[in-house]
């Protein structure tokens, strides 16, 4: 089948709704640690997301190309400037990576553009074995593209045999799958659930709780037990669980509560917990929330606008939040590395104190890229809190208009 067939074919996926699950990129797909997209042709392929990020992956012949393909606002393959290809592939010792952007043009004509993306944005990793390959893959998309609970994408990922480029703007059938943060199997009719957490982000130290409410009608089935535990590459940061659920009230309703400590050595990340929930007459479903497993401290800076070429020095201000993921008191100290030549001019060896659970601090800073600077730079903010550090990169853009 030529390519511009493949593209029109429908694109079955089973599972339209996807977890927010992160993935570790190093080439192997482990048991849980991807959620299956799709069987396109040879390939086996993989999708997820977290907040900001989406992340695919394949198994696929060695000699295919992996083409991941993004409606990122799921309004059509060839409307808007959100849609885009990137293909990854091995050939011979090299490994092969494009991008290209489908836009509509301002005579409202739709384009390829050829494209980059910075490194920060995109990374991949893959592992050769035998006839066949696996590629484990993440984008960040910024501002209103960003993957967020809710939204809706377009996505297809496919493994293709290296030809042409396929220049041909058509129609490409893609899956349109919902971001979510929860999701059942096998839920029977009549009955709905609910999972209530204090918050999706649960440090170590905190522990992580849970509590799910149930409600039937009148004539719904009565579920009265479950097992519960974390997944995947999280499954043993939690404990597991199988307790008696209590009868239903008259209202139709009953709850149960998971707690649970964390294990202190578990990797940040999102990951899936379950509860299996069982009753008379074989009742048997699954209900399936993300949580993440957070860092005590997320460093939220914000961008810095655009800058210009100048043959003086420039100034740049920014904010920098410190977002407590934590219900204890979290004091630190925020410095900043900059790139050779740039100044710092105020905020450096910033003292912040976060007295309340979860809340944030804001802090400021003012440095000043020397005259001429043009290309991409990074500022590292490093925050130290007691023995533990956490670092962030915000990137600077100063445009050389030639
Ligand atoms: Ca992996
Ligand atoms: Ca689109």
Request: glycine share 10%; no cysteine; hydrophobic share 40%.
């Amino acid at each position: 089948m030529g390519q511009a067939q493949a593209w029109e074919s429908p694109y079955p996926v089973a599972n339209l709704r996807r977890l927010a699950l992160t993935p570790e990129l190093d080439g192997v797909i482990k048991g849980g640690e991807w959620e299956p997209l799709a069987t396109a042709g040879n390939a086996t392929t993989y999708l997820q997301w977290e907040p900001g990020w989406i992340y695919w992956a394949a198994e696929a012949p060695a000699n295919e190309d992996i083409v991941f393909s993004l409606d990122s606002l799921a309004d059509g393959w060839t409307t808007g400037p959100d849609n885009f290809e990137i293909r990854i592939g091995w050939r011979g010792p090299n490994i092969t990576f494009a991008v290209r952007r489908l836009n509509n043009q301002p005579n409202g004509a739709t384009a390829w553009q050829s494209g980059q993306i910075p490194p920060d944005m995109i990374q991949f990793e893959a592992r050769r074995s035998g006839g066949r390959w696996t590629m484990e893959a993440r984008l960040m998309l910024p501002g209103p593209l960003a993957p967020a609970e809710g939204k809706t994408m377009g996505v297809r990922v496919d493994g293709q045999v290296p030809g042409a480029i396929d220049e041909r703007i058509g129609p490409r059938q893609m899956a349109n799958v919902r971001l979510s943060l929860d999701t059942h199997v096998g839920l029977p009719e009549g009955l709905q659930w609910s999972p209530r957490f204090v918050n999706r982000n649960m440090v170590p130290q905190d522990g992580f709780a849970v509590d799910y409410t149930l409600t039937r009608d009148p004539n719904g089935a009565r579920p009265d037990r479950f097992a519960f535990r974390a997944e995947g590459i999280g499954i043993d940061d939690l404990g597991k669980f199988e307790y008696p659920i209590e009868p239903f009230d008259n209202r139709n309703r009953t709850m149960f509560g998971v707690k649970s400590p964390i294990r202190p050595e578990a990797k940040t990340g999102w990951r899936i917990v379950r509860a299996e929930i069982t009753g008379p007459d074989n009742l048997k479903f699954m209900v399936r929330s993300s949580v993440r497993i957070a860092p005590l401290l997320d460093i939220i800076a914000s961008p810095i606008p655009a800058l210009k070429k100048s043959t003086r020095p420039q100034r740049i201000r920014g904010v920098v939040d410190l977002q407590s993921n934590g219900t204890q008191r979290v004091q630190g100290v925020v410095t900043y590395r900059l790139p050779e030549g740039f100044r710092m001019l105020r905020g450096d060896e910033s003292k912040f104190t976060i007295y309340h659970a979860r809340a944030k601090a804001g802090t400021r800073y003012e440095i000043e890229a020397p005259a001429g600077a043009s290309g991409d730079f990074v500022i590292g903010v490093i925050v130290q809190v007691g023995d533990q550090r956490f670092v962030q990169s915000i990137p600077i853009f100063i445009e050389d208009p030639v």
